[in-house]
């Protein structure tokens, strides 16, 4: 069938389309023709689709709403024995029916901070060398071990660290540390391979295979084109890397970075493994420590008072809000810098 002829109507730089003589108008969207034959489509179907998916997506937000309504009632009689007291205090006793979430909050954010400050640098190191540097056969073969590496189980690299890890630290890093550091707070104490410094690097592990993966994969998104252009004038590898590539995959970097870090949070049985599992706070890397999920791991099992199971449940709590705070934080500053983009372009 001939496509329809445009007629021109008495209005200027209007267009209207004439129908052929005999063909009827078909009202949209409820015939059309699969292999010859006509298929009615009903509206109702598109209906349908959109609720449904609607209802889908209200699924996680219900989930998460109910996960910390239910956290809040639970925890309640432990927030109002102690107030605010409970998230500052590092007194921790089940005999005393004493209990604060001090220790374990500044337990779980040092040994994050540790594992951030160690995972990034070498995680953004790792991805240059495999985009920028490696040769395709390298770069493949490098790429696969360090998604391999995402894969091995968290109880898995807490067993390493206790057995071969922790005794490496005691036997010759935080001696190192402690001869030529010592004079700081953060490396004194005895040397006994397990604690905070042991905790943070076992973490950096387990966030580097996804932040590098992640930030490997960004960089693979940067044109080739506009690198060229780089190299055109003149620009060298380190230049192109960092005034092109870096800038490019920004925002993709600040994602990996957040998720790792999400990931490093609420890591549970690496770090109970190697941490030391103490409720007290210490100036000192070397000491041992705890984290919110090392303490729920730990003592949950044992909690047999309705007073000790709250605290408990508050701890569970602390960090939901915590975790939620991160991403909240990393969603606003990725919008802003998507703002700033656009606006740049």
Known sequence: MSPPLLAVNRYPMMLKPVQPKGQQDVPPATLTAVKGRKVKISAGGDRTFRWLTFLCSLLVPLVMLAIGLDLFLSSWPALKQFGW??????????VLQEFGAGSSIFGTLVSTLIAMVIAVPLSLAIALFLVELAPPRVSRTAGTLIELLAAVPSIIFGMWGLFIFAPFMARY??????????????FQGPPMGIGMLTAGIILAFMVLPFISAITRDVFQLVPPVVKE???????TTWEVTYKVTIPYGLVGIIGAVFLGLGRALGETMAVTFVIGNAHRLSASLFAPGNTIASTLANEFSEATEPLYVSSLVALGLVLYLITYLVQVVSQMMLRRMYRAWSVGL
């Open 85 to 94: 007291r409970f998230f500052f205090s590092q007194e921790w006793n089940p």
């Open 173 to 186: 890093v935080q001696p190192f540390l402690g001869q030529t550091l010592g004079f700081l707070p953060l």
């Open 229 to 235: 252009s780089a190299f055109g004038m003149g620009a």
